[in-house]
C-alpha cells in the first residue's frame, strides 16, 4: 500500500494525475458555491427562511377571526412552591413550533409534511411558530371564531408549507416519540383529524360560553374534536432540535382535583401588539388602576433614638 508523503505541488510519483484531482475538486467547490449547494449556505438560507420575522394580526374589537395570523403560547408553569424553585425551576413560556427534521432541513425547499412541532423558548413571531385561523365550515374570512366552532390551525403560507395542525388516536405505529401518547403533527391534507375546536378556561362556563366569539390574549383550552383530547406540553420530555432543547406536544388532557385542566394544557392565542411592531401582545404590561401608577411601598417610620446617659462618677 504506498502512501503519499508530499502534496501536489511536489513533483513525485503520478503529480500530473494529482494536480488534475485537486484542480477538478476545485471547480466542484466553485461549482457547488455558485448554486448555492454547499451545507454552509443552505443552513444559512434555511435559518434566514424558518426564522423570518412574521407579522402578526392586531385585533380590532379584542376576538379572534378567520384568517388571523397568531402564535400559540403556553404561559408557562403557574403553581410553584418556593422551596422547589431553586431545585426545579418552573417551565417558562412556550409557543407551539415547527420542529423539522434535521436530515430534510438542507435539502428541502419548504416544510413538508408529515412534521413534527415541539414548544419552543422562543417567543419573536417568526414563520417557524406563526399559525393561521382557517375555516373548515364555509366561515368567511373575517368573521369572528366562536367557542366550540371547528377550524384548522395551519402554518403560514410560502416557506412553511401551508399545513395543518393533526391529530389522532395513539396506535403502535404512530405515537408520540418521548411520551408515546396522542401524536400531533403536521400534514398537508385537511381531514376530519385536523379539525379543533376552543373550549372556555373555567370548566363551569363552557355551557354558557358556546357559540360566543372567542377572546384574544386570554386562557383557553384547544380540544381535538376526533379524539376528545386537549393539546397539552409535557414539562417532563424534552426533545432534541436544531434550535436546542424543546418540550413535546402531544395531545392529553391531565386534570386536577376540581377536574379541571392543569396549567399543561393552558394556551392563549396571541396576536400583535398594536402600539409596537417589535413585539407581540403577550409581552404587554399588566395594566395598573386609576392613574396608571403602582403601588409602592410606604417605608417604614424609624424608631426614635434613645440618648445614653453619661455614667456618674463613682463615690468613695
Known amino acids: 500500500m504506498s502512501v503519499r508523503t508530499y502534496n501536489p505541488s511536489v513533483r ?10 485537486e484542480e477538478d475538486l476545485l471547480k466542484d467547490f466553485l461549482g457547488k458555491k455558485a448554486r448555492g449547494e454547499l ?11 424558518i426564522l423570518k420575522k412574521v407579522d402578526l394580526t392586531v385585533t380590532n374589537d379584542g376576538f379572534v377571526h378567520f384568517g388571523d395570523t397568531i402564535m400559540i403560547v403556553n404561559p408557562g408553569q403557574e403553581n410553584t412552591p418556593k422551596a422547589l424553585q431553586g431545585i426545579d425551576p418552573p417551565r417558562p413560556a412556550t409557543s407551539l413550533a415547527i420542529n423539522m427534521d434535521e436530515h430534510k432541513m438542507h435539502t428541502a425547499k419548504q416544510v413538508e409534511g408529515p412534521c413534527a412541532v415541539s414548544a419552543s423558548c422562543i417567543l419573536n413571531p417568526c414563520a417557524r411558530n406563526s399559525f393561521v385561523i382557517t375555516s373548515v ?10 367557542f366550540g366552532q371547528p377550524f384548522a390551525i395551519s402554518t403560514t403560507s410560502g416557506y412553511a408549507g401551508n399545513l395543518k395542525l393533526f391529530s389522532d388516536h395513539a396506535r403502535f405505529n404512530l ?13 398537508d391534507e385537511v381531514s376530519y383529524l385536523s379539525t379543533w375546536q376552543v373550549l372556555a378556561f373555567h370548566p363551569m362556563q363552557r355551557l354558557e360560553m358556546e357559540g360566543l ?5 386570554t386562557k383557553l383550552i384547544l380540544h381535538h374534536n376526533k379524539t376528545g383530547n386537549n393539546l397539552i406540553i409535557h414539562d417532563k420530555y424534552l426533545v432534541r432540535t436544531p434550535f436546542g432543547r424543546e418540550f413535546e406536544v402531544s395531545a392529553h388532557t391531565v386534570l386536577d382535583s376540581h377536574k379541571a385542566e392543569k396549567d399543561n394544557n393552558h394556551w392563549v392565542l396571541v396576536t400583535g401588539n ?7 401582545h403577550f409581552d404587554r404590561p399588566n395594566p395598573q388602576p386609576s392613574g396608571g401608577v403602582p403601588k409602592t411601598e410606604e417605608p417604614a417610620p ?12 463613682a463615690t468613695t
Do not use: F, M, Y
Open 175 to 187: 405515537n408520540a416519540k418521548k411520551s408515546r401518547q396522542q401524536i400531533v403533527q403536521l400534514l
Open 302 to 313: 424609624k424608631k426614635p433614638e434613645v440618648e445614653e446617659e453619661e455614667p456618674k462618677p
Open 137 to 146: 365550515d364555509g366561515s368567511e374570512v373575517g368573521s369572528p371564531l366562536r
Open 274 to 280: 398594536p402600539s409596537d411592531d417589535e413585539h407581540t
Open 213 to 217: 366569539p372567542v377572546p384574544a390574549n
Open 12 to 21: 513525485v510519483g503520478n503529480w500530473n494525475e494529482d494536480i488534475c484531482l
Open 39 to 49: 451545507l454552509t449556505q443552505k443552513t444559512h438560507n434555511l435559518l434566514e427562511n
